[in-house]
């Protein structure tokens, strides 16, 4: 097999090699590593490749031990940060999304063919808790959907420890996902394009009233280290309306302007925001919502650093 009849085996699963990878790593430059690391790992392995499965198949099991290699390689630890809660909030003792190497991932990245809740970032923050082969098994049987005896072939394990690992792994998601989920109705498009206009146009003219009317009573909020005015070295979580409206009044009644740009990411309305010094709006955080029932449920807050992957510029 000569490098023109590899690429032409192997190019047109990179797309959603990218996503497994990114389902795996919870990073989307770590997955564009590990699909490169992917495609050389095949190269060089291209002359045991007889044809026995599918090249998809033969290149997801070569993505998902690159992943585990790595995860092995530079293990990580999610922070065990005490969580404040206010009067008027009902959150779980456990972070949304705020993990610190999760980044968010472009929708034109996506397509129709991958379901939105397995990008979420409240599912990719809940699979953070599983060990790397827990997620691994979660992922190629309930996302992928390989068999277990496929799956066992791949991590090279018998198929008994990958069905044990799979209801270890179901239950700890379950555990992590957060329970109200269930009871929301999440907005079409059109809807959610309504409801970020009103948060759009309630922050940008620092309407408190406006945006207590955009957001639900029990909003829940995280930001990473660095991400949209939060300067501590771990991420940090918050909930209920009173405690986000005090907390982001710094910002919104503060002496800079905001400008914000919508866009979409891991599914979901997003919105890219700036904050004018010197003459010029510079990135300050990319805010990814959750609308529910026609509002705001989540916003969960990146670092500026992600712009580039959604095409956003640094200043304005």
């Not at 190019?11 to 770590?30: A, K, T």
């Not at 740009?261 to 979901?268: D, E, K, L």
């Given at each position: 097999m ?14 959603e ?35 026995r ?16 290699d ?40 996506l ?86 206009s ?43 309306l ?15 302007e905001?400008?914000m ?56």
């Amino acid at each position: 097999m000569d490098e023109t009849e590899f690429a032409a085996l192997t190019e047109q699963h990179r797309r959603e090699l990218r996503v497994h990878c990114y389902r795996l790593l919870g990073s989307l430059d770590e997955a564009e590593d590990l699909v490169q690391e992917t495609f050389l790992r095949a190269w060089r392995g291209r002359d045991q490749y007889a044809g026995r499965a599918s090249v998809r198949a033969w290149l997801y099991r070569i993505a998902t031990n690159a992943c585990l290699d790595f995860l092995g390689r530079t293990p990580r630890t999610i922070p065990s940060v005490d969580l404040p809660v206010a009067a008027d909030s009902h959150l779980a003792p456990r972070p949304a999304a705020a993990v610190p190497w999760l980044q968010p991932c472009p929708d034109d990245l996506l397509d129709a063919a991958i379901a939105r809740e397995t990008v979420e970032l409240a599912f990719l923050a809940a699979v953070q808790y599983l060990s790397p082969r827990q997620r691994a098994v979660l992922i190629l049987r309930d996302v992928v959907g390989w068999s277990a005896k496929e799956t066992a072939a791949a991590l090279q394990t018998p198929p008994a420890s990958v069905n044990g690992s799979l209801q270890r792994a179901r239950a700890e998601l379950k555990e992590q996902l957060p329970s109200r989920r269930t009871e929301w109705r999440v907005e079409s498009s059109n809807e959610e394009r309504a409801v970020v206009s009103r948060y759009i146009a309630a922050i940008t003219a620092a309407d408190d009233k406006a945006l207590a009317a955009v957001l639900r009573d029990d909003v829940r909020c995280s930001h990473q280290p660095g991400a949209g005015g939060h300067d501590g070295p771990e991420p940090t979580w918050y909930g209920g309306l009173a405690t986000v409206l005090d907390g982001w009044a710094p910002v919104l009644h503060g002496p800079m302007e905001l400008r914000m740009v919508p866009t979409r990411a891991n599914g979901r309305p997003a919105v890219a925001t700036y904050l004018r010094h010197d003459g010029r709006f510079h990135a300050f955080g990319l805010n990814v919502l959750h609308v529910v029932d026609g509002r705001v449920a989540e916003v969960t807050t990146f670092v500026p650093a992600v712009f580039a992957a959604f095409s956003l510029a640094a200043t304005l």
